[in-house]
């Protein structure tokens, strides 16, 4: 009877995840949300409305078949929704931590008119996260093997995603990553209070299972030439992301203090996890005023980062307002919970400072006419000029590719801003100009979101089999 309510969705209300105590959250680096119990999980799905052309469906980057899992989760068929999950993502309990759901698949739910969207990500994570601990795997028993194998440049989403397809297709995927865990981002970039290292290693165990071999530690280019693995495998894949840091261009950047984003992300992280080379790569903020540049996810990381190691005070300078801000609207909300203050319509124009920062000068803005993507510009207030106190500056201010320069060799084309060239459509979906070389994430599209990398892995697999006629 209870799964009859149709009205579920005014009985109960949209109920996040409860979040862990504020002392574990400013000093640990562990996520901050308790996971679903069942009975919560449930009665969550159930509020779904199974609209009949779900909107939230057509925003999902992957197209996550979502009404229908969240029915299965109300009905309690858990291992029936893992796997249907699974048809269309290859990370899910990844992409319900760390998706931007309120832009993607909640923003898009029919139930935000007044009642609260489904909470469509922490249902996913739920699924996969229960399913696994109860020892789901996916089924692939009806798989055939071919005698067809390619190699993947990237552990990273994008190359697990084209993985995952072409495993299930019988067609042997070997992962090369010059990093010592698989993830790419997701391992060495996103930190722990988004996404436990505990979630990587078990989906590295899900995927060996599965049939998917890695080798890591192994770098393309250096380790390993392009050349063996064009020889040695019927195609390659490239996943490698883009790693290549924006400068501001303004005086100062290079005084002693100011650090890019994601080493001083990538640092903590090593030290967490333990794979620390040199411990002169670790950069403490501990006691420091530190004021972090940027608005997107990369600067919503950094901040909290620098809560989590102790620092005196951390600023946000951001030079649009907070409408405008580009990533998760639930990790700013997080970072002020957690003490992080934030300056918005503020520009850096100078890095201060004799010696060391001092501090960082910025002009106010206003936002002007929209550009050609619709983003109305920051244009600066004359005499606004002011000078905010910091003793580290980090600065998130977004990467662009960073194509190795071997591919020139392999005749693969890049455009103007070195993005790799790989089409969406045919003749083979994410082809580059070398036939046999396909690419995508990052690297193709520039720096974007852990969802459309999966995406774009997985429909180049598809690509890939129509190209080896699998
Ligand atoms: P990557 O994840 O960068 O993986 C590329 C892999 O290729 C790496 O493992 C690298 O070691 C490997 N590689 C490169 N060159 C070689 C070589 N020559 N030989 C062997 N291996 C090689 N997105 C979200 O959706 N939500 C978020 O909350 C979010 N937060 C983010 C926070 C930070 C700090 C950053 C930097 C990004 C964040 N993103 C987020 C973006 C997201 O992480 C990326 O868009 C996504 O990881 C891209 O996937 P990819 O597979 O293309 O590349
Ligand atoms: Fe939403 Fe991301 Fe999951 Fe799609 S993959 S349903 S956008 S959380």
Known sequence: ??????????????????????????????????????PEAQQQAHRCLSCGNPYCEWKCPVHNFIPNWLKLVAEGNLFEAAELSHQTNTLPEVCGRVCPQDRLCEGACTLN?????????????????????MGWRPDLSQRVWTDKKVAIIG??????GCADVLVRAGVKPVVFDKYPEIGGLLTFGIPEFKLEKSVMTRRREVFEGMGISFQLNTEVGTDVTMAQLMAEYDAVFMGMGTYRYMKGGFPGEDKPGVYDALPFLVANVNRNLG??????????????????????????DCNRTAIRQCA???????????ENMPGSRREVANAKEEGVAFLFNRQPVEIVGNGKV??????????????????????????????IAADVVLVAFGFQPSPPAWLAEHEVELNDWQGVVAPEQQPYKFQTSNPKIFAGGDMV?????????????RQAAEGILDFLEV
């Not at 579920?8 to 562990?30: I, L, S, Y």
């Not at 008119?113 to 601990?133: M, Q």
């Not at 005196?312 to 907070?322: A, G, I, L, M, P």
């Not at 002007?368 to 920051?378: A, F, K, T, Y």
Request: include cysteine; hydrophobic fraction near 35%.
């Open 1 to 38: 009877e209870r799964l009859n309510n149709v009205f579920q969705f005014v009985d109960v209300g949209r109920q996040d995840p409860a979040k862990k105590a504020m002392t574990a959250r400013t000093q640990e680096f562990v996520e901050i949300y308790q996971p679903y119990q069942q």
């Open 113 to 133: 008119d007044g009642f609260g969207a489904v909470t469509i990500g922490s249902t996913e994570k739920y699924i996969t996260d229960t399913a696994l601990a």
């Open 155 to 160: 552990a990273g989403p994008a190359g697990l």
């Open 275 to 300: 794979f620390e080379k040199n411990p002169s790569d670790y950069i403490s903020v501990r006691g420091q005023r530190v004021v972090v540049l940027g608005g997107g996810d990369t600067a919503m």
């Open 312 to 322: 005196s005070q951390v600023t946000c300078v951001y030079r649009r307002d907070e």
């Open 358 to 387: 001092e501090g960082v000068k910025v002009v106010s803005t206003q936002l002007g006419e929209p550009d050609e993507n619709g983003r109305r510009r920051p244009e600066v207030v004359p005499g606004s000029e002011e000078i």
């Open 445 to 457: 599209r520039g720096s974007d979101l852990v969802v459309t990398a999966i995406w774009e892995g």
